[in-house]
């Protein structure tokens, strides 16, 4: 994976090239620093090929993967002054991987070419999954492969279309690389240059959120650019699965999907429940204009983007419930969202329906349904403890934010942020501000909460059980 890697870093040191910028030297020594790094984990590990890899080599291998990749890839901006502390590089970093897009930059545009480029495409791996692109091209891990593959996958999946781990993987990859190309050359036609069109593809497809400007998206004021990166952000919180039979000739599949229309219907009644807030309140202008933030804010969010076209704290306590609560929501399994994800939602909805039913019919048996299938008893529980640690686990984490000196309005939104992967949060640290005047402890909290979001929770918590190493 680090070998894997060096070859992305040097995409960014081929752009630096380009520019002819001071971060050419940062980043040349970061690269040999990775590859250095790989080549000898390869060689510790060369003899183990026959080793066939577990549940728990899985999750361990992906936890390690980030971590360790965050902190290998805060090098650039460490080596290169760009960001003077450890803290907010591996913050930084730890954010691009996640596809978070909470930052601790106050003048972006004053980075260099080759350092921008590479912190976008930090997050255009982590959007896909560093592994999940490790299991296409690198098909060496054996019999491990699909255990990494499900432990950075983790929660409702649709089934496999392929009987092997790296097709599937290949395929992902596929749709992912095409959707990324096309969106370039949209951007492009619009009033971005190349070099901004490739980075806000990386972020967009991503559900990433970082950008080359100060004012993100806003700086072009192009209602283009908006609705195309609005298309995008939507598209980026489908299931991947789904897209790749939409591009394969099958796009029944994708309408047939429940999880899709309730994601779809959702997201519809936000934005006009936002639309009819924002015209109400004479808070954005005419009709289009209103439709327009509500809509870019709304999928923006929803899609754990991240990316901003207006400042939603003046909008009031009414958005900002709506805002947290699709941050907690989030969208499909199978996307590069973060969040609950639409799949458990729906599925704790039918569950509670069944609940209330059985209050008047004890005896019925009423399965929960998903796609006309019977969903068993076994995942509707997993489900239901998945949320239960979610919430739990948010609650824990304002706590300690609060405990560290960060205000009430900004732990609740800086946590929910967090650990749905989404950026920009409540109060001091909402779209047009940034992350750079947190206390370090939370920053490495929030860091943590990254991750653990990214991966879904469980993949990273049960490391920390000590049963997980009892042999």
Same mark, same amino acid.
């Given at each position: 994976?680090?070998?894997?890697?060096?070859?992305?870093?040097?995409?960014?040191?081929?752009?630096?090239?380009?520019?002819?910028?001071?971060?050419?030297?940062?980043?040349?020594?970061?690269?040999?620093?990775?590859?250095?790094?790989?080549?000898?984990?390869?060689?510790?590990?060369?003899?183990?090929?026959?080793?066939?890899?577990?549940?728990?080599? %899985?999750?361990? /291998? !992906?936890?390690? *993967?980030?971590? +360790? @990749?965050?902190? =290998? $890839?805060?090098?650039?901006?460490?080596?290169?002054?760009?960001?003077?502390?450890?803290?907010?590089?591996?913050?930084?970093?730890?954010?691009?991987?996640?596809?978070?897009?909470?930052?601790?930059?106050?003048?972006?545009?004053?980075?260099?070419?080759?350092?921008?480029?590479?912190?976008?495409?930090?997050?255009?791996?982590? %959007?896909?999954? /560093? !592994?999940?692109? *490790?299991?296409? +091209? @690198?098909?060496? =891990? $054996?019999?491990?492969?699909?255990?990494?593959?499900?432990?950075?996958?983790?929660?409702?999946?649709?089934?496999?279309?392929?009987?092997?781990?790296?097709?599937?993987?290949?395929?992902?990859?596929?749709?992912?690389?095409?959707?990324?190309?096309?969106?370039?050359?949209?951007?492009?036609?619009?009033?971005?240059?190349?070099?901004?069109?490739?980075?806000?593809?990386? *972020?967009?497809?991503?559900?990433?959120?970082?950008?080359?400007?100060?004012?993100?998206?806003?700086?072009?004021?192009?209602?283009?650019?908006?609705?195309?990166?609005?298309?995008?952000?939507?598209?980026?919180?489908?299931?991947?699965?789904?897209?790749?039979?939409?591009?394969?000739?099958?796009?029944?599949?994708?309408?047939?999907?429940?999880?899709?229309?309730?994601?779809?219907?959702?997201?519809?009644?936000?934005?006009?429940?936002?639309?009819?807030?924002?015209?109400?309140?004479?808070?954005?202008?005419?009709?289009?204009?209103?439709?327009?933030?509500?809509?870019?804010?709304?999928?923006?969010?929803?899609?754990?983007?991240?990316?901003?076209?207006?400042?939603?704290?003046?909008?009031?306590?009414?958005?900002?419930?709506?805002?947290?609560?699709?941050?907690?929501?989030?969208?499909?399994?199978?996307?590069?969202?973060?969040?609950?994800?639409?799949?458990?939602?729906?599925?704790?909805?039918?569950?509670?329906?069944?609940?209330?039913?059985?209050?008047?019919?004890?005896?019925?048996?009423?399965?929960?349904?998903?796609?006309?299938?019977?969903?068993?008893?076994?995942?509707?529980?997993?489900?239901?403890?998945?949320?239960?640690?979610?919430?739990?686990?948010?609650?824990?984490?304002?706590?300690?934010?609060?405990?560290?000196?960060?205000?009430?309005?900004?732990?609740?939104?800086?946590?929910?942020?967090?650990?749905?992967?989404?950026?920009?949060?409540?109060?001091?640290?909402?779209?047009?501000?940034?992350?750079?005047?947190?206390?370090?402890?939370?920053?490495?909290?929030?860091?943590?909460?990254?991750?653990?979001?990214?991966?879904?929770?469980?993949?990273?918590?049960?490391?920390?059980?000590?049963?997980?190493?009892?042999?």
């Amino acid at each position: 994976m680090f070998i894997l890697e060096t070859f992305f870093m040097l995409m960014a040191l081929a752009v630096s090239f380009i520019y002819k910028e001071g971060d050419f030297y940062p980043l040349l020594i970061s690269c040999a620093i990775l590859f250095a790094a790989g080549i000898s984990f390869y060689l510790i590990g060369r003899r183990a090929n026959e080793f066939a890899a577990g549940r728990r080599e %899985g999750m361990l /291998v !992906v936890t390690l *993967t980030w971590t +360790l @990749l965050s902190l =290998f $890839g805060m090098l650039p901006f460490y080596l290169g002054g760009y960001i003077n502390n450890i803290t907010d590089a591996y913050f930084e970093t730890m954010s691009g991987f996640t596809t978070t897009g909470a930052s601790v930059l106050t003048n972006i545009e004053a980075l260099p070419h080759g350092i921008l480029f590479w912190r976008s495409l930090t997050q255009w791996q982590g %959007g896909i999954g /560093v !592994v999940v692109f *490790t299991v296409a +091209l @690198l098909p060496i =891990f $054996g019999g491990g492969a699909s255990q990494m593959f499900d432990a950075e996958t983790t929660g409702i999946t649709h089934e496999r279309f392929r009987p092997r781990v790296t097709q599937v993987a290949k395929r992902l990859s596929g749709v992912y690389i095409l959707l990324t190309i096309v969106l370039i050359g949209l951007l492009w036609l619009g009033p971005m240059n190349i070099y901004d069109a490739v980075n806000h593809a990386l *972020t967009t497809v991503s559900t990433g959120g970082y950008s080359t400007k100060n004012a993100s998206v806003a700086f072009w004021d192009s209602s283009y650019i908006e609705y195309i990166v609005i298309i995008f952000m939507f598209i980026g919180s489908v299931n991947m699965t789904l897209l790749y039979f939409v591009f394969n000739g099958k796009p029944v599949k994708l309408f047939r999907d429940e999880e899709f229309r309730w994601f779809f219907f959702f997201v519809l009644i936000v934005v006009g429940i936002t639309t009819a807030w924002l015209l109400y309140n004479n808070m954005a202008g005419d009709m289009e204009n209103s439709f327009r933030k509500a809509a870019f804010q709304v999928v923006s969010i929803i899609s754990s983007t991240g990316f901003a076209t207006a400042d939603y704290i003046p909008w009031g306590p009414f958005f900002w419930l709506i805002a947290i609560t699709i941050m907690f929501v989030g969208g499909c399994a199978g996307s590069t969202s973060g969040g609950l994800k639409m799949g458990r939602f729906v599925i704790l909805n039918k569950n509670l329906s069944n609940a209330f039913l059985k209050q008047t019919h004890p005896n019925a048996i009423l399965p929960v349904r998903m796609n006309g299938h019977v969903v068993s008893a076994d995942i509707v529980h997993r489900i239901l403890a998945f949320a239960f640690v979610y919430i739990a686990l948010i609650l824990a984490s304002c706590l300690i934010l609060m405990l560290d000196g960060v205000g009430f309005e900004e732990s609740i939104g800086a946590t929910v942020s967090a650990i749905s992967n989404v950026g920009p949060g409540l109060g001091k640290l909402g779209p047009i501000n940034n992350y750079a005047e947190v206390p370090v402890v939370s920053k490495w909290f929030l860091a943590f909460l990254m991750m653990v979001g990214r991966l879904e929770i469980f993949t990273v918590l049960t490391i920390l059980l000590p049963g997980f190493w009892k042999r």
